[in-house]
């Protein structure tokens, strides 16, 4: 009888071990990161100041058509996912889950310091599902 009452023990321990272990991953595994799959989407505008040559002189201001635009979801190192404005300058990311992100679009260096193309950068949150969050104006230079 002592010996069954012992290995009962054993077994119920076995098995709240196997609960717990259980409960563990389905909690974890189920918290998703930011990124696709979700019902959350960003928006935005991209404005084009266009200048002349030497950044003196302002020839147009514009929103932008066919410009891309780049998108990071979390802590990723590279971007995610890119889209193009549409005529009116306006671009959208859908699907996404909530989390953090970073939009951003290449403009020329208006100080002419370098004649690489510089990223301005937006780092927005979705903080829940069904949610459209707006860009603040992403302003460029050509």
């Not at 935005?44 to 891309?68: P, R, S």
């Not at 990223?119 to 979705?126: G, M, S, T, Y």
């Amino acid at each position: 009888m002592f010996m069954n009452a012992k290995r009962n023990y054993f077994n119920f321990k076995k098995l709240i071990l196997l609960v717990s272990t259980l409960a563990f991953l389905i909690i974890y595994s189920c918290k998703k990161e930011a990124g696709e799959g979700g019902t959350s989407t960003i928006t935005g505008k991209i404005f084009c100041k266009d200048y002349n040559g030497t950044f003196t002189v302002l020839e147009e201001e514009y929103y932008i058509a066919d410009y891309e635009v780049y998108l990071i979801y979390g802590s990723d190192i590279s971007y995610s996912k890119r889209v193009r404005t549409c005529y009116n300058g306006i671009y959208e990311f859908k699907y996404l889950r909530p989390g953090k992100y970073r939009v951003y679009a290449f403009s020329k260096d208006s100080t002419l310091q370098t004649q690489n193309p510089l990223a301005i950068i937006k780092d927005i949150e979705i903080k829940k599902n069904r949610q459209t969050v707006e860009v603040p104006l992403i302003t460029i230079f050509k």
